[in-house]
T-cell receptor
Framework: NAGVTQTPKFQVLKTGQSMTLQCAQDMNHEYMSWYRQDPGMGLRLIHY???????DQGEVPNGYNVSRSTTEDFPLRLLSAAPSQTSVYFC???????????FGPGTRLLVL | AQSVTQLDSQVPVFEEAPVELRCNYSSSVSVYLFWYVQYPNQGLQLLLK??????LVKGINGFEAEFNKSQTSFHLRKPSVHISDTAEYFC?????????????FGTGTLLAVQP
């Protein structure tokens, strides 16, 4: 049982490049979400999903796309990276109607 | 909508001293309250949570928190800290009983334990 895994751990991008941050969980959780962590701002919700095929926007969705084709995976796509997207990204998952979320180890992204 | 305020961005404390990290929240509906800890270069780990019932909640590593509805607070306490408690602590809130578990986080408090 690996829990919530995220790849890559670190990534450097140039402005305008695209990339996908991967998130996977092996706990059969219905609910998955993406947060970004910035100094002095805590964690802010980007997108979330309540099940395969269902996604919705969080607090800061602009510049990010998501899809949920399987229960296990919830990738986050940056179509055209900007320096403002430099951050640490965390994926989390939980069962529906459960109050406890499990967080992945994070991906550190630097956009130059 | 819910919001969380952590007024102290950094709390320095000597080893074996007591500590309190403050958290206040705002919400028009019932909420669940959480404290998470983040050790350097790691993900978030749940310390404790308040769902209902007893207002004093005990968590891992000797931490506890008290839910105070009248003051809309959920302060975290530990009677004697260790060097290993040095980390960033986040208070978070979510809507009670919702189908989704959208967490609203505070800005975090860095607990710096000095020898």
């Amino acid at each position: 049982n690996a829990g919530v895994t995220q790849t890559p751990k670190f990534q450097v991008l140039k402005t305008g490049q695209s990339m996908t941050l991967q998130c996977a969980q092996d706990m059969n959780h219905e609910y998955m979400s993406w947060y970004r962590q910035d100094p002095g701002m805590g964690l802010r919700l980007i997108h979330y999903s309540v099940g395969a095929g269902i996604t919705d926007q969080g607090e800061v969705p602009n510049g990010y796309n998501v899809s949920r084709s399987t229960t296990e995976d919830f990738p986050l796509r940056l179509l055209s990276a900007a320096p403002s997207q430099t951050s640490v990204y965390f994926c989390a998952s939980s069962w529906a109607y459960s109050e406890t979320q499990y967080f992945g180890p994070g991906t550190r992204l630097l956009v130059l | 909508a819910q919001s969380v305020t952590q007024l102290d961005s950094q709390v320095p404390v000597f080893e074996e001293a007591p500590v309190e990290l403050r958290c206040n929240y705002s919400s028009s509906v019932s909420v669940y309250l959480f404290w998470y800890v983040q050790y350097p270069n790691q993900g978030l780990q749940l310390l404790l949570k308040y769902l209902s019932g007893s207002t004093l909640v005990k968590g891992i590593n000797g931490f506890e928190a008290e839910f105070n509805k009248s003051q809309t607070s959920f302060h975290l306490r530990k009677p004697s800290v260790h060097i290993s408690d040095t980390a960033e602590y986040f208070c978070a809130v979510s809507r009670a009983g919702g189908a989704t578990n959208k967490l609203i986080f505070g800005t975090g408090t860095l607990l710096a334990v000095q020898p």
